[in-house]
């Protein structure tokens, strides 16, 4: 016999349906498809703005960071612009599907208002859109050792883990975002200004041992300062990060998790609140 | 307690092999404010009124909304059901919580095969892609895998008639084109239950009767149909029996026939009114004066809507305000659509018939065979002459609601929204 189906108010808020899902995978490669199409196709230069955005940013923050305050990286080694690309390396993922993920669910309203699919193959297809924005920033950071003649540290067999974290922490706030956007049209607002604050408050072109010591942990319960810090340290290496990382990672599983709840609870009423 | 479960899972067994759909005590509530207004800034209020101990219940409730209340019913495999009801009956809040779009705030659904659900032509259309990748889009969002997608492409293409334009970006095409693509890739899902809302309205009279024939199609495949239209002649051909609702309840469930008079003849507390004159659109001397305009149909039952085609008796009922009786009184009806385009009159005086109009209360009533237009909001005119005198003129006297219907009983919708004027025609 066929597949049944049982609809019912969902009682239990602990019953995610993430089967269901990954049962949706097809739909999910197909709008990331989309999404990378309609990105890059329709313009003139096509996929160079890719480049364009991360790479003006990181010229930016290392002439400000590196050539006018003089911050240092620890290393005198290792050129500020290099550094800074490796801070950025971490950020980002984050960034990037943060600032996609928001209004998501908000742009695709006559799909949701029309059809039924999990809701939360919405933010997942901009987490695989945000790979690119990663990738280009690795890619500078190859050519950049490249061309300043830096073998990478042996401690580069972390880097996988260390970017395992950073598309986690990533995830966790994409679909934190795009639910709370739903839920509350100020979050449309809001997470700019979150993305803008963040940036300065991580440590992308300056180390983290710049902070003064009775800050450390203030500084580290921003998870992405973990993120940004073993990212780059599995890169270039230098001194292990300091061990408040640890605390970074537990807030980012945390949001994480706690983030897929409540997303599924406003999934839930999406189609009613849109 | 286990007894219970065991029991029930037993019933369950015995009639669900033939069975599709069954909905037991499903209701819906929206909470109209709260949704509505769904700031931080009010969220923030609002939990900190519930701390300080402030109840805002009371005010909440008066904010609800129950878009279903309590529906039962089952469907049987291979039935093609339709729904019925008038505008903010429910119809369509109930297709969405079978298909899963929206939650149901309490009761029970159990579905019992593929179901795939077609609300809207186009759902996920991107005007920047091309036609070809739209399929691809569109078939997947609507549940297809690619490779079902893959081996009907052919079809798909062929039925949409857009094979020349495949790589152009969607944005290019015609409406009708649009159209005549989206719905090619609806029609080629196989679910073995499908619901189906008001698709039939879109594209051109060709179209539509391909359309048509391909839901014929599908209904006749053994699949399951779900049909929610207001064209009365579609739910007519293709449905065997409906489910009628009316603020959110289900009120019958029968043969399409017998729901669909029934329709016809209940009054929904949020329907327009058959007779509304305002004072301000009243002229004439008084000396008779229209007091009730009401319709019947071939059963002398009331109704309170129409379908094309139909036998409809208009009765005016006319008070003679004097004491002596009103000679050669004539009655004028026009009938207008809601942009005041004149669709005709009735009148008796043309067919050169006279009424007298005696003290006191009289009803007069005019016999039109097959109603002539198709479906829509009509309003009209009256007026009540003696002789070049004018007794009583009402001007934007009430609506008239009409639903599509078979006018010419061959089972073929009179299709296009342009065409109000339905007219008897016989070809040599």
Known sequence: ?274 | MNDLLIQKKVIQNTTDDNLAIRVEHVSKKYELGMLASGTLYHTIWNTLDRLRGRNKRSAQEDNEFWALKDINFEIKRGEVIGIIGRNGAGKSTLLKVLSRITEPSSGRITINGRIASLLEVGTGFHPELSGRENIFLNGSILGMTRQEIKSKFDEIVDFSGVEKFLDTPVKRYSSGMYVRLAFAVAAHLEPEILIIDEVLSVGDAEFQKKCIGKMEGVAKSGRTVLFVSHNMGAVKTLTSKSILLSEGKLIDYDKTNIIINKYLTSFAGNQSSMFSPLPKNRKGSQAASFKDIFITNGANERIHSIISGIKVEIHFIINNNTKSTLEQCSIGFGLFSLENNMLFALKNDVIGKYFDVRPGENEFVVTLEKWPTSGGVLKYNVILNKGLETLDWIQECGTIDVDTGDFYGTGKVPAGNSQIVLVEQKWH
């Not at chain 1, 089967?19 to 739909?27: F, I, M, P, S, T």
């Not at chain 1, 993922?93 to 799909?111: D, H, K, P, T």
């Not at chain 1, 340290?233 to 300091?242: Q, R």
């Open chain 1, 1 to 274: 016999m066929s597949q049944r189906l049982i609809i019912e108010p969902n009682k239990s808020i602990l019953n995610l349906n993430l089967k269901e899902v990954w049962n949706y995978r097809e739909l999910l490669w197909t709008l990331t498809y989309r999404d990378l199409r309609i990105k890059y196709a329709q313009t003139a230069i096509g996929f160079t703005w890719a480049f364009i955005n991360p790479v003006i940013t990181i010229l930016i923050l290392s002439f400000v960071f590196g050539t006018v305050a003089k911050v240092g990286t620890g290393n005198s080694e290792i050129p500020h612009l290099l550094y800074t690309t490796a801070g950025m390396c971490g950020w980002t993922y984050f960034s990037s599907l943060l600032s996609q993920a928001g209004n998501s669910i908000i742009g695709a309203q006559g799909m949701v208002k029309k059809i039924y699919f999990p809701r939360l193959i919405i933010p997942l297809s901009k987490a695989l859109t945000a790979f690119i924005d990663l990738l280009v920033v690795l890619f500078c950071i190859a050519l950049l050792m490249l061309y300043y003649q830096i073998l990478p540290a042996s401690s580069l067999i972390y880097l996988p883990f260390f970017l395992g974290v950073a598309v986690i922490s990533g995830l966790a706030g994409g679909i934190w975002m795009s639910a709370l956007t739903v839920r509350y049209r100020d979050f449309v607002q809001i997470t700019p200004l979150l993305l803008r604050v963040g940036m300065y408050a991580t440590p992308i072109a300056f180390p983290a041992s710049a902070v003064p010591e009775k800050y450390q942990l203030l500084f580290y319960l921003n998870p992405m300062a973990g993120v940004v810090e073993g990212v780059r340290w599995s890169i270039l290496g230098g001194d292990p990060p300091s061990s408040y990382i640890y605390v970074s990672f537990a807030i980012i599983l945390l949001f994480l998790i706690f983030g897929v709840f409540y997303f599924n609870n406003v999934q839930r009423k999406m189609a009613d609140i849109l």
